[in-house]
């Protein structure tokens, strides 16, 4: 049988932020440790929480699974905006005005603080100052985008109709945020990690959580170490443990982003996104080679997709179509989670029976701003500070049962002749399912296809070749190590 053929794509496999940051060398923890609080997770809401500690003086250890800030935080978009397409009209209609204005608060806050700690501590990540926009090309929008002007400003947020957005393509009405801001959140997160370690704080990479355990303090297990802490933080994206379940409150996606370069980064005068599907978010960037055009294309459920490669052929071709690019220079993929109110859930899940167990997850693509307002809100309410936003963020808030929709995998072969040189596949034996990877010299790799997390048959994603899961959004790499929770152990090996 021939080998099932996967499509060429343009440019180096990697997040242009990630590219442009020195690597980070933090030590593996190999001993066992104490602090008043342990950090899961080296991202936005892990590094933002662990730094307010320690401005105020608390001890504080941060364990990240890989490496910091090279994760979700550091393959987003970064925008630095209160504006997150059109929500505030649906959150009031949603949760009321009281939670969408707290809503608009904490993301003004979040943001100011970003603006804050880059110039109060120096840090270098290209944070400028760019006007947000929502655009439509389609006339018939111009309601909704109006209706969210009005809605924006009556939560105390600044915001205009414009009749065209300012790019190359023709549009039909706009809504502006001015003054918002964009950076590279790989440096930001690199700068605040420095920035906490000068507070006392200490980090510790490639130190994956194995084990959580409750008993007089916390205590945190990775291959070598252990840290015992009164508080616990799990700031994983998907929550890697709760005590209160957050798989079925949320809904895994995905989205690929391409950089392409361009001569004049002032290709575009702002920050966009589209308000009709299938979406599109744009913004100029730069890395080691100059100027560079990003752009976002659709979202999709992750492991819902088995042929993810199309889809960037897709957008480069609408890329082509709409705006003078030059090159592909780079390409990538990443996931984040829905919730159904487009709020996160943030907290502690159950203060009662897990006192000191906070949680975040849930950002809908928009966890910059509401990332740091997550984590600022964490550290205060392990200060002893109350916060507002507890009941905005409320992670056992009510949900509907039937917003996560589970997948079944997207790559069964019936073959191994079907899996191309440095691609993989699941073959079905019986009751068991195998996924097999064939290295780019044709050896073959496998492993059982069950995803450790809670056993859910694997998706090969053909464009970042990892394994996707369908149901909780984790991912894995080719050899079957964790790059993506909620799953904490690797894929165990089988036989062929």
């Known amino acids: 049988m021939q080998e099932k053929e996967v499509p060429e794509l343009p440019g180096e496999a990697g997040s242009c932020w990630v590219a442009t940051v020195p690597p980070t060398d933090f030590p593996v923890l190999r001993e066992a440790i104490r602090a008043e609080t342990v950090v899961v997770g080296g991202g936005i809401v892990g590094l933002t929480t662990a730094l307010r500690l320690c401005e105020d003086g608390r001890s504080v250890v941060l364990l990240e699974g890989l490496s910091v800030g090279r994760q979700v935080t550091g393959r987003s978009t970064a925008k630095i905006t209160t504006q997150h397409r059109l929500i505030y009209r649906d959150l009031i209609d ?10 608009a608060e904490a993301n003004r806050d979040g943001c100011d603080l970003i603006d804050r700690w880059v110039v109060s501590y120096g840090i270098e990540c290209d944070f400028e100052h760019r006007d947000a926009y929502v ?21 105390g947020l600044t915001a205009e109709m414009v009749d065209r957005a300012p790019l190359p393509f023709d549009t ?6 001015p003054h918002q801001a964009q950076f590279n959140p790989a440096a930001y997160l690199s700068g605040l990690a420095r920035t906490f370690i000068a507070h006392g704080g200490r980090v510790f990479e490639n130190s994956r959580a194995r084990m959580i355990e409750e008993g007089n303090r916390w205590r945190v297990k990775t291959d070598a170490g252990e840290v015992e802490a009164e508080n616990l933080v799990v700031a994983t994206n998907m929550t890697v443990k709760s005590p209160v379940g957050m798989a ?9 982003a391409m950089a392409f370069r361009i001569e004049d980064e002032k290709l575009i005068d702002g920050m966009f996104i589209s308000a009709e599907d299938p979406g599109h978010s744009l913004r100029t960037g730069r890395d080691a080679g100059g100027p560079l055009l990003v752009v976002l294309g659709p979202r999709f459920d992750t492991g819902h997709e088995g042929d993810v490669a199309t889809r960037f052929l897709e957008l480069e071709q609408w890329v082509r179509s709409n705006l003078p690019a030059g090159d592909v220079v780079w390409r990538w993929c ?7 109110d487009r709020v996160p859930y943030v907290g502690e899940p159950d203060p009662e029976k897990s006192p000191g167990f906070y949680i975040a997850t849930g950002f809908n693509a928009w966890g910059i701003s509401n990332g740091t307002a997550a984590g600022a809100m964490i550290a205060d309410l392990i200060c002893g500070r109350d916060s507002l936003l507890k009941a905005l963020y409320d992670p056992t808030r009510p949900y509907p049962s039937d917003f996560h929709r589970s997948g079944k995998s997207q790559s069964i072969v019936a073959t191994v002749a079907d899996i191309a040189a440095g691609h993989g596949g699941v073959l079905v034996r019986g009751e068991e399912k195998i996924a097999v990877w064939k290295d780019g010299a044709g050896e073959l790799h496998a492993f059982s296809a069950a995803c450790t997390h809670k056993g859910c048959t694997l998706t090969w994603n053909n464009a970042d070749r990892t394994w996707d899961c369908p149901c909780h959004g984790s991912v894995f790499a080719p050899d079957g190590s964790v790059i993506h929770g909620p799953a904490r152990d690797p894929l165990r090996p089988a036989s062929l």
């Open 94 to 103: 949603m949760r009321g005005e009281e939670m969408a204005r707290l809503y």
């Open 172 to 177: 039909a009405a706009a809504l502006r945020f």
């Open 135 to 155: 655009y439509t090309r389609d006339a018939a929008l111009r309601p909704r985008i109006e209706a969210e002007a009005t809605a924006a400003r009556s939560l």
């Open 248 to 256: 079925n409150r949320t809904q895994p996606r995905s989205h690929i």
């Open 334 to 340: 990443n996931e984040d989670y829905d919730t159904p």
